[in-house]
């Protein structure tokens, strides 16, 4: 009896390291960490309302998380974190970072997002290895140009703000953008590198000029804004695969629409489209259309081209009658 005893608690024992060490250097409590200070790589702390100063003693870490604490600042030791890689720091309420913080020489990833930033921390653009950056759900109205300075960053998110004003230029690595849900009327972005940009829910009247520039644009989202129409520059983005324009304001669609030869996805739903122009039959890749909502009432018969087609959706049209060429193709 005795030695099953003993067997249980060494097993509960095991079971215990196991699950505050299963990835070599991970804790999730600050005290324990504590105890080896020097061998603590990653750590996650939840549900404290003061970070320790003692944190400055983890010289080795590479991974902090810091969420869901309720915390209004971080103690200055955490800039002391020279081989800090990663910071995550979401779900608190910060309003500034310390001043030192750009002595994370080292830090790569930082996510700031549902803080409470009225202003854009100026410490994060002396960040020089920064690759990504997210400062979501905050309360910033301005992006300073300062930003320019992360030749590094390839993915930001700015979105869920109250950005009224945006110009980026200079971080030619950038590859992913998102600022969906912000204030602007217009963009000012030149990014040669862009792959990825979702500029959803603003108050664009028209699709910025210098979109039409990024010849690298695969994926771009514009809905919900207040766009009228797709000129004749969107055949200049001939690496597209993915458009959103749905819940627009938009009325007519150039023909150069049809050069867009690797386009897979489109929606234009819940616009105000009254003519489908027959060049979007030469769309061969063409997988997934979405024309629903809009005022339509013919489709081009010239359409039975786009062989690749597996969804298109008609529904809250004025059309009276659904193609044949369209009954082997998913549509509502």
């Known amino acids: 009896m ?20 299963n990835e070599t250097g991970f804790y999730t409590s600050i005290n324990s960490a504590l105890k080896y200070p020097l061998e603590v790589k990653k750590l996650e702390l939840t ?9 400055s003693k983890f010289e080795n870490l590479e991974i902090l998380y810091i969420y869901d604490c309720f915390i209004e600042e971080l103690p200055d030791e955490i800039c002391d974190l020279k081989n800090l ?24 990833k930082l996510s700031l997002s549902n803080n409470k ?9 002396l960040l020089q290895n920064l690759e990504e950056l997210y400062i979501a759900n905050n309360l910033l109205k301005k992006i300073p140009d300062e930003i320019n300075n992360l030749k590094q960053l390839t993915k930001a998110d700015f979105s869920f703000n109250e950005i009224s004003e945006f110009q980026l230029s200079e971080t030619v690595n950038l590859q992913e953008l998102n600022i969906c849900e912000n204030n602007l009327n ?37 809905s919900k804004n207040k766009i009228t129409e797709i000129g004749e520059k969107i055949e200049n983005l001939k690496m597209l695969t993915n458009i959103n324009l749905s819940n627009n304001l938009i009325k007519t669609i150039s023909s150069q ?36 909502s809009n005022n339509i009432k013919i489709i081009p018969e010239e359409y039975i081209n786009l062989k690749n087609l597996k969804l298109i959706v008609l529904s809250g049209n004025l059309i009276l009658k659904i193609p044949d060429f369209f009954e082997n193709i998913k549509n509502y």
């Open 85 to 108: 890689k990663e910071f995550y720091a979401d779900n608190n309420s910060l309003t500034q970072l310390p001043q030192k913080f750009d002595n994370l020489i080292n830090l790569k």
């Open 257 to 292: 629409i049809g050069n867009l030869s690797e386009l897979k996805v489109l929606y234009l739903n819940n616009n105000k489209i009254e003519i489908l122009p027959e060049e979007l039959s030469k769309l061969n890749k063409l997988e997934i259309l979405d024309i629903s």
């Open 186 to 222: 217009d963009l000012k972005i030149n990014l040669p590198n862009l792959k990825i940009l979702n500029v959803d829910k603003n108050n664009l009247i028209k699709i910025p000029e210098q979109i039409y520039t990024i010849k690298s644009l695969e994926k771009l989202s514009l």
């Open 117 to 125: 930033f009225k202003t854009f921390p100026k410490q994060i653009a």
């Open 2 to 21: 005795q030695k099953r005893l003993l067997i249980l608690i060494f097993l509960l024992v095991s079971f215990s390291l196991f699950a505050q060490n």
């Open 47 to 55: 549900a404290l309302s003061v970070i320790p100063k003692d944190i």
